[in-house]
């Protein structure tokens, strides 16, 4: 099990950045597969970047060459740092682990993108 806590979300002007963290309770160095989510109002909830273990990390092409996804072990902490960002970015955030085919999801952190 593990808990996920996201912060870092907030306000900002198209074109800006922020950096969102995703706190867990517990080692994540043994995590094979942590990543982002995000939702907006009225959409299903879409991947925004996933990481492994080995390194690999995967994006969406609508984030690709602006997001980067990080893992520091020490800190137990996944970071996401979006770039350029969008008034289409605005959503809801969520960080993901999978432990043993289970999904565990943080409470969410809202970003907001004004035009």
């Known amino acids: 099990q593990v808990q996920l806590v996201e912060s870092g979300g907030g306000l900002v002007q198209a074109g800006g950045s922020l950096r969102l963290a995703c706190a867990a309770s517990?080692?994540?160095?043994?995590?094979?597969?942590m990543g982002w989510f995000r939702q907006a109002p009225g959409k299903q909830r879409e991947l925004v970047a996933l990481?492994?273990?080995?390194?690999?990390?995967n994006y969406p092409d609508s984030v690709k060459g602006r997001f980067t996804i990080s893992r520091d072990n020490a800190k137990n902490t996944v970071y996401l740092q979006m770039n350029s960002l969008k008034p289409e970015d605005t959503a809801v955030y969520y960080c993901?682990?999978?432990?043993?085919?289970?999904?565990?999801w943080g409470q969410g952190t809202q970003v907001t993108v004004s035009a």
């Open positions: 990481s492994t273990s080995d390194g690999s990390t």
């Open positions: 517990r080692s994540i160095e043994s995590i094979v597969t």
């Open positions: 993901y682990a999978r432990i043993m085919g289970r999904s565990y």
